[in-house]
């Protein structure tokens, strides 16, 4: 099977599998094993966790090949047959194949190849393995060919380093990007809500409070670091100009909010 593919699917059609691959919750019976603080069960999230820290190696690299076959194993254990049969070949524009003694034989699909470089061979509708991560490990919608490259462009503003990213586990009213912690396994801070490490901008708590970004923490970093067309420029480079702008950033996020 090309195992690349089959977790590519999985992730691509997310809203459908997604349920199957959480531990059963409530007074129902969990079938599948103890589940881990990610919401996964335990035995999946192990081996989803080995796939994306060999992500890095040689593309042909045994170690990872073997990791994304366990993987791709794991997720369709984890599927009612008639699931896991529509997956491989069962509607249009899903993976194509045949299911096998429980192994999936390689369909023969046009995706192109990543600008990360990520090969066809390993793609499926623009999604990739490291996808189905991001939404099993660490519930991050930022995924796919629309959402990904958002994710990486956020990503790549300054971040506060993960000593000072764990001294601010529980300030309240940051923006935390989830996903790919750093190595202290803490979530990402943007650097910008902060006049020095030790202290948030009160601005950036009040206009974070008002974006909701606890809730959808993405949407509140894209909005301070984007253009704005009310402001002229990014809000993130407003911070520190008085209260005068203060006053306009607050202005602005509520508008915002209040215009939805």
């Given at each position: 099977m090309n195992p690349y593919r089959v977790l590519a699917a999985v992730a691509a059609d997310w809203g459908r599998f997604g349920?199957?691959?959480?531990?059963?919750?409530?007074?129902?019976?969990?079938?599948?094993?103890?589940?881990?603080?990610?919401?996964?069960?335990?035995?999946?999230?192990?081996?989803?966790r080995s796939l994306r820290s060999l992500r890095s190696m040689e593309r042909h690299a045994p170690g990872r090949a073997a990791a994304a076959d366990?993987?791709?194993?794991?997720v369709l254990a984890l599927l009612p047959p008639a699931e896991a049969e529509r997956l491989v070949a069962g509607h249009p524009g899903r993976l194509a194949g045949t299911l096998e003694n429980g192994t999936l034989e390689n369909g023969a699909l046009e995706d192109g190849a990543l600008e990360d470089g990520t090969p066809a061979s390993?793609?499926?509708?623009?999604?990739?393995?490291?996808?189905?991560?991001?939404?099993?490990?660490?519930?991050?919608?930022?995924?796919?060919?629309?959402?990904?490259?958002?994710?990486?462009?956020?990503?790549s503003y300054p971040m506060l380093d993960d000593w000072a990213a764990e001294a601010h586990a529980r300030t309240p009213?940051?923006?935390?990007?989830?996903?790919?912690?750093?190595?202290?396994?803490?979530d990402r801070i943007p650097s910008f809500q902060f006049?020095?490490?030790a202290t948030p901008w009160p601005v950036v708590v009040t206009v974070n409070g008002l974006l909701d970004a606890a809730r959808d923490p993405w949407g509140a970093a894209d909005w301070w670091l984007s253009a704005n067309g009310y402001l002229g420029v990014a809000p993130a480079e407003l911070l520190g100009g008085g209260s005068g702008q203060d006053g306009q950033l607050v202005g602005t996020a509520r508008y915002v909010v209040e215009g939805e």
């Open positions: 349920p199957y691959l959480r531990p059963v919750t409530g007074d129902a019976a969990d079938t599948t094993g103890a589940g881990d603080a990610s919401g996964a069960p335990a035995a999946l999230a192990s081996v989803l366990e993987t791709a194993r794991s390993e793609t499926y509708a623009g999604f990739t393995a490291a996808d189905l991560a991001f939404l099993l490990l660490d519930d991050n919608p930022m995924v796919g060919p629309l959402l990904g490259p958002v994710r990486e462009r956020l990503l009213g940051l923006i935390r990007l989830r996903g790919e912690s750093g190595a202290r396994g803490v006049g020095d490490a």
